[in-house]
């Protein structure tokens, strides 16, 4: 049987990495899951995170999305897939809606455009449920500022940047209601991480 592909989206401090780890430890109850993060969880796609989060590199939009649809394109291939194949359940911290709100929208290249190319890149795989993680962008903003790590390349960008990508992720939310979960992440983490389970809980009774 086919594992259960499950992506964590939202902007930049909606605490989607708080939300993840939770959320594995609670599935890893029932069953085998997988932890992934985006641009990431291979080697080459980890080379590619160093690069487009680079600060000091200047970067064009257009070649921001092929290099983040060319490191989706090696954790399909190496790790989703095979993972999926096996009957495990994956969990990931962001996926193609990523690229649709953040260079489709924030950079002004179009969401459909980006996602004719993120459709290449992935060969067609699609999550079976996303957990938006809804916050206003002022509310995310205020998150990264207080944390210790120095603010990457996104990180950096103007207000207006990420007003674009999460009226974006609505509009996408709006489009797809079955697959994509909207979760109000200004509530306390224990309170996001209930209300992801109750998000999943049709998909096979991850309750026990």
Partial sequence: MR??????????????????TALRSELARERPVALLREPGGVALSERVRELVKDPALRCDARAEALLYAAARAQLVQERLRPLLDSGAWVLLDRFVDSSLAYQGAGRGLGIEQVAALNAFATGGLEPDRTLLLRVEPSVGRTRQQ??????????????????AIAGAYDELAAREPQRIRVIDAAQPPGVVLEAAIDALADLNSVRS
């Fill in 3 to 20: 594992g259960c592909l499950i992506t964590i989206e939202g902007i930049d401090g909606a605490g989607k990495t708080t939300l993840a």
């Fill in 146 to 163: 207080g944390r210790e790590n120095t603010p990457d390349r996104l990180e950096r960008e103007a207000e207006a940047f990420f007003a």
